[in-house]
Structures are given as C-alpha cells and as structure tokens.
C-alpha cells in the first residue's frame, strides 16, 4: 500500500451504489422506493412492458420487465447457460479506491448494501499489488519447504484429497478506515469500513500439510509466497499457522474467486488482511522473519518517537453500524432497524453496544446470529427516532474482554502522527450523526 | 504377562471387548511419520532454485555483483520512467511509484517521508523486492547482475554506500541501513483497554 502519500478520496458517482438505502440514486433501483411516497406516480405505474435497460448492472444481465410476470412465461430453464447472475435490479458495486496505479490497488465492499452476514462472493473486497492473475489450476502447485523433513510439492489434486475444513471467518484490510484517523473524510461506510468481507472457506488445516512434510526442530516463521505479479511474501509465525490457518480453495460453496486467489489462498483467521497470501504457491519455514518489503516498508506504524510498529498482525475488536449510515437519509421521525456488523480478530463476539447519543448511553444489540470464532456477526437495534439530531454508535466487546475503542482512546495510546505514519490498524467506533433532516453523515463525535 | 496371555485367560466376550480395544490402542500410539497420508510429491533442490527469498542475512543471494555506475544504466532503463530520474518518484495517474530517496531524519516529524533510504530497515529487501516484482511493467525480467547494481545505485544515491562500492552476496548483507533500528515488534499496548 503506498503509504508515501495521502491518496485523494474518491470523487464519488452521483449514481454510485454506496449511497444505498435512502438516499435516492439516480436511474432505476427499486431501493428508491423504498421510502419514498409510495403513491402510483412514484412507483413508475405504467402499462405494457419495461423495456431492458442497455446497461444492466455489473454481474446482471437485463430483461424486459413485464406488466405482470403472473400473465406470461418467464423465462426457459437453462437459458441462463447454467450460471445464474443477480437480480438487474441489485446495483451494489464494488468501488477502487483512486490510486495512481489500476494494478496495485484496492476495492471496497458495499458494506450497506449486504444482507445477512456473508459477503457474496463477487462483492468481497480486492487488495492486489500486481493485478489478478490468471492461472490454470492443472499448472499451478504449492511447495512446502525450509526447515522441514521432507520438502513436498501439492497439487490441486493433491490438497483435495487431504482433509478439510469449512469454516466461516472474516477478512479486514489492516489499512480499513486509513482514511479516518485525522478528520472524517470519506462519506459512506463503504468507504470507511469496506475493506471487511466474511465468507465460508474450504480448504486443508496447514497443520496437515506440516505433518506431511514433517517440521524440523527451530522452525519459528514461515514465508508464504503468492503467484502473482507482486509475487507476494509475508512471513508468518509457525504457531498462528499451526493454530488455524488454512490452505483455502473454497469460498462461499464455490472455487475462490480469481480477485481471491484462485485457485488457493491462505487464509489466517483474524490476521491483517495482507497475511492471507492469495495464489499461494509456496510457503518456506524459517527460523527468523524474512523482513520482506510489505513487512517492513509497508504495513508497519511509524509513531511519534520515529520508530515503527512492526509484525501487529491480530485485528482488534471492532464494529460499525451500515444502516443508517453515511450518505443516506431518513424520511422522517419514527422506528428504524440499526443494523451493522461487530468483528474481532482475537475471537468471539461477545456483544455489541449500540448508542444513539454518541456515547453518553449504550444498549444492548441483538445478534443475529451466534457468534463465530474470527467472524463477523450481523446486530440489529430497533430505534425510534424523535425527528432530533442524533449520533449513532455500535461498539464490539469480543470474548477476550475487550472493548471496542475510541478514536480518542486509540490516539492517546498510538499518537497522531501525520497523514502517512500511522495509517494502520484503525478499529475505533465510528460515529454516524443524524440531522434533523434526516440526513445522514461520518463525523467523528 | 503380555495382552496376549492375559486375554487367553478370559472368557469369550471378554476378549471380544478387548479385541476392540486393541483395534483403537494402536492409532492412539501412532508416531507423526505413520500417521502421514503421504500425499504431495517430494521436491528436489534443484526445483527450490526456481524460487528465492532473501532474509538480512543475505542467505539465498545468487552469484553476481552490480556498482552503482552499472546500475545507473540500469535504471535509466527500467526504473526511471515511473520512479523518476532523481529518484524522486511519481503519484501520477497511471504510475504511482514510490519515492527512493531522502526524508533521512523526518520519521519523528510531522511530515515524515518513507522512502528506502530513510525508512527500509534491511538492504537485502531492496534485492529481494526488485528481483521477485520490478520493473511493474516485466516483474523479474533483471538479470541478478542488473539487480545488484540497481540495488547499488538506490544505496550509493541514498548516500548509504559509497559511489565505489561493489554490491555482491557478501557485501549486500552488510549494508547498515540508516533505520535499521527503527522497527519494533508490535506489543500492542492498545490491549490495555481490556475492561
């Protein structure tokens, strides 16, 4: 990630999907109905057919849109070639970050737009320092070398055939919110938070690949090393990888996604996002760190005494409410569903906080769904809003005790040491202030 | 007595149960290399030389050498277009190279500048990271000879090595980077807030 300079913030489309919820966007999106007057006129009551829209949105194809799907046939099985794509009225996108460089970049999740707590496949957010690859799984193989009985090379066969696990574990970009530290600066919370994803992923215990090569005494790291053009390489401590981590080769019941690291990424539940080499190829146990550039150069914290924080690879406990946030707007006083989602790298969510008085009061929210080991969970807190100015916060305790952080505690602890210092590793609790105009906006409170 | 005597010794069901527990006994006794499924294909060294990682203490660096003077064709060449010909790099639409040189002394200022010369802790990754992803446009195109002096002319400009200096496998390693104490592993002091 270049760190050299502060990127601008993305000039955002008028018609960008982030601003999803309330806030009307241009062009068709049943959403905008969604609060809107409910009257014939709005609704675009018309008769006869709605023509397909030219441009349907990315990963839909468009249809014509019929008076009454009740009153003729839809459409033939199998015309969709045996892989289906979303709804055309499901406009929730992806959006780059503006770097200088297309190819070492980042995209952003919609964070507002998901429903339940999996990330779709093809929404998880992107990292990548040399593009996406494209590789043939029959030609690509993971070797498992260094300080170890037997170097070994696995196909993909081969890592099918050994055991497997399934599990559910988010993934978050270390840089996720690098933006807030200083001053609120990007409007929605896919871009203050949209470098979160959680999946289900398949894939063999690295416990099991060590057995089948057999570690030598002294071994303490271990390089993982990508396939692509970055040809990636982080080191990472033997025991976390013995601990959980996973060769992983499926992701929401599929292969992983190419921007995912097809065919086969590792996955290190609650790490830094940057450690989860995608397109592994090879993995070298070591007795010390390699201090490879992203290690070093990258993704460390330089603090006020010009010394840098290295290897802080747990992602703390951390939280963020999606609806409502950033860029929407509520229509008038009354219930509202605050929803959003509580992570922790350390383990189970515990509980979440949610305030609407920017902190002076906290409630209880309700989990959606029993908490997971490293994975996000989806809360909800039904609010009856007054029509008053408020400031809504979500705050994660996960089962380790900890307590999801001010900005203001976290800066008394790390410093506030210039836009390119100390970018990393942001998990405060974001503040959404509500106007009385329903408006909707990041500040920090 | 051995298992075997003292089942001969019991009655039928007896020894049926304790059958079965010598069906089990002997996986919980199971060494690592028995329990192995003996997937994946051993790999030979001549293999593991397609690959490389170069650590501080310069293991793994291949033969070759470069001086800056050499590596300053070098980088004309192949580097300068994105990264500038002072080094200076370039945030513009399209490039975005990081900058090379300079900012010695301002990582505890308000405006630090990150570059090799002021912040990265270990030479070796200069070799490392060159070798494995530069040029951006043909990652691992050098030649280790052309790697080793670029790396040479980023140091010599930097003012870490003199002008004259030939960088090799056993030189590189020596090479004392101006922040080469600068980093320490995260303790994490944030964990203080533990309720």
């Known amino acids: ?445 | 007595m051995s298992m075997r005597e003292r089942v001969r010794g019991l009655g039928p069901t007896a020894a049926a149960l304790l059958g079965l527990a010598q069906l089990v006994t002997p996986a919980a006794s199971q060494t690592a290399a028995e329990t192995r499924l003996g997937v994946g294909k051993p790999v030979t060294e001549v293999e593991l030389g397609a690959y490389f990682s170069i650590p501080p203490s310069g293991k793994g660096l291949p033969a070759g050498h470069g001086s800056a003077k050499e590596g300053a064709v070098v980088f004309q060449e192949h580097c300068a277009a994105c990264h500038g010909e002072k080094l200076q790099g370039n945030m513009a639409p399209g490039i975005g190279a990081d900058r090379l040189i300079g900012g010695r002394g301002s990582l505890a200022s308000e405006t630090p500048i990150k570059t090799t010369e002021s912040y990265w802790p270990y030479a070796t990754t200069l070799f490392d990271y060159i070798k494995r992803a530069m040029p951006f446009s043909s990652p691992g195109s050098l030649t280790d000879d052309q790697v080793y002096a670029v790396v040479a002319y980023i140091l010599s400009e930097g003012h870490v090595i003199k002008t004259d200096e030939t960088i090799d496998a056993t030189t590189l390693p020596k090479v004392r980077m101006p922040n080469r104490d600068g980093f320490i592993p995260d303790a994490r002091p944030e964990l203080s807030l533990y309720r």
């Not at chain 1, 063999?204 to 089948?212: D, G, I, K, Q, Y």
């Not at chain 1, 992602?315 to 946030?325: G, L």
């Not at chain 1, 203001?408 to 602890?413: E, R």
Request: with cysteine; charged share 20%; aromatic share 8%.
């Open chain 1, 1 to 445: 990630m270049p760190v050299q300079h502060a990127p601008p913030p993305p000039v955002e489309d008028e018609a960008c999907p982030c601003r999803d919820g309330m806030f009307a966007p241009r062009g068709a999106d049943r959403r905008r109905f969604l609060f809107a007057a409910g009257s014939g006129v709005a609704m675009g009551l018309s008769t006869g057919r709605a023509r397909a829209e030219d441009n349907p949105p990315a990963g839909a194809r468009s249809f014509d849109v019929p008076d009454d799907p009740t009153k003729e046939q839809g459409r033939a099985v199998g015309a969709d070639g045996g892989y289906g794509s979303r709804s055309q009225f499901e406009r929730a996108v992806r959006v780059r970050y503006p770097t200088p460089n297309e190819n070492t970049s980042w995209s952003l999740t919609p964070l507002a737009a998901l429903v339940g707590n999996l990330t779709p496949s093809a929404l998880h957010f992107e990292r990548h320092h040399g593009g996406i690859p494209t590789i043939d799984p029959d030609r690509h193989s993971l070797v498992v070398h260094g300080m170890v009985g037997t170097p070994k090379r696995f196909s993909m066969d081969d890592l099918r055939r050994l055991p497997s696990v399934t599990r559910k574990h988010f993934i978050e970009c270390s840089g996720n919110g690098l933006t807030e530290w200083k001053k609120p600066t990007l409007k929605t919370v896919q871009g203050t938070h949209g470098l979160l994803s959680t999946s289900e992923w398949t894939g063999v215990l690295f416990a099991t690949l060590a057995r089948e090569v057999g570690l030598a005494e002294g071994g303490a790291w271990v390089l993982a090393e990508g396939a692509d053009a970055a040809v990636m390489t982080r080191s990472i401590p033997l025991e976390k990888l013995l601990k959980d981590g996973i060769i992983a080769y499926g992701q929401n019941g599929e292969a992983i996604r190419p921007e995912q690291g097809y065919p086969v990424r590792l996955l290190l539940p609650g790490y830094e996002g940057n450690t989860h080499i995608k397109w592994l190829r090879r993995l070298e146990v070591s007795d010390k760190p390699f201090m490879t550039r992203e290690e070093t150069s990258k993704y460390t914290d330089l603090m006020a005494d010009g010394r840098a924080r290295q290897f802080s690879l747990d992602m703390d406990a951390k939280s963020v409410i999606t609806f409502p946030s950033g860029e929407m707007r509520l229509p008038g006083p009354g219930v509202y569903n605050v929803t959003g989602f509580a992570w922790s790298g350390r383990g189970r969510v515990q509980s979440v906080d949610v305030s609407v008085d920017a902190g002076k009061t906290w409630y209880p929210a309700y989990l959606g769904s029993a908490p997971e080991p490293m994975c996000t969970v989806r809360f909800t807190f039904p609010w009856s809003w007054d029509g008053t100015p408020a400031v809504l916060q979500s705050r994660c305790v996960d089962e380790t005790g900890y307590v999801q952080p001010t900005r203001q505690q976290l800066l008394a602890i790390r410093g506030d040491h210039g836009p390119s210092a100390s970018i990393y590793h942001l998990n405060a609790i974001q503040s959404w202030a509500v106007a009385s105009t329903g408006e909707v906006s990041n500040v920090h409170a």
